[in-house]
T-cell receptor, first 113, second 110 residues
Framework: DQQVKQNSPSLSVQEGRISILNCDYT??????FLWYKKYPAEGPTFLIS?????DKNEDGRFTVFLNKSAKHLSLHIVPSQPGDSAVYFC????????????FGKGTRLSVIA | AAGVIQSPRHLIKEKRETATLKCYPI?????VYWYQQGPGQDPQFLIS???????DKGSIPDRFSAQQFSDYHSELNMSSLELGDSALYFC?????????FGPGTRLLVL
């Protein structure tokens, strides 16, 4: 049973446009959410996170939105750049520090110049 | 900035052999996590340690064991290796909620 779902395996976006990656979750105990970017043969790189007490967190070109009632979060990348092409993983954890992450299956983003 | 270090980066073993993977967390991070990522899959949590004590246990086979040492580095010991153990093994460390991942060890079991 996949508790974190990324229903789009891939996404193509033109350079300069907005990329929107979506993530849904089923476990109502999750209260901390993260996005990671992963290149082949490398470990996941932390991008941005959001706590359940917020509905938006912004860091440069990256913004994460959380809709707790819909159990949905999204990552917006504006403007998209070719270097953003990678697999993006959504992850979630239950309350408290030192708790394991549950990952979605990832979305492969291709930014076309 | 210092990152999580994993060794070796690549490992080839035969079935029924043993393997030891090492992880050196970011300095001052007190929690270490191990994840396994099979081909085309999402990372799956195996086990974690906080202040050298086992903290959480996920889908780790009984053939695997792990520990965290006094210098906070961790080792994942894998015995009686099976073909299905071929995967990327990631270590992550944290001081609070955010986990930072190492580059991974790619294990191939022949």
């Amino acid at each position: 049973d996949q508790q974190v779902k990324q229903n789009s395996p891939s996404l193509s976006v033109q350079e300069g446009r907005i990329s929107i990656l979506n993530c849904d979750y089923t476990n109502s105990m999750f209260d901390y959410f993260l996005w990671y970017k992963k290149y082949p043969a490398e470990g996941p790189t932390f991008l941005i996170s959001i706590s359940s007490i917020k509905d938006k967190n912004e860091d440069g070109r990256f913004t994460v939105f959380l809709n707790k009632s819909a159990k949905h979060l999204s990552l917006h990348i504006v403007p998209s750049q070719p270097g953003d092409s990678a697999v993006y993983f959504c992850a979630a954890s239950e309350s408290g520090e030192n708790t394991p992450l549950v990952f979605g299956k990832g979305t492969r983003l291709s930014v076309i110049a | 900035a210092a990152g999580v270090i994993q060794s070796p980066r690549h490992l080839i073993k035969e079935k029924r052999e043993t393997a030891t993977l090492k992880c050196y967390p970011i300095p001052r991070h007190d929690t270490v996590y191990w994840y396994q990522q099979g081909p085309g899959q999402d990372p799956q949590f195996l086990i974690s340690f906080y202040e050298k004590m086992q903290s959480d246990k996920g889908s780790i086979p009984d053939r695997f064991s792990a520990q965290q040492f006094s210098d906070y580095h961790s080792e994942l010991n894998m015995s009686s290796l099976e073909l299905g153990d071929s995967a990327l093994y990631f270590c992550a460390s944290s001081l609070a909620e955010t986990q930072y991942f190492g580059p991974g060890t790619r294990l191939l079991v022949l």
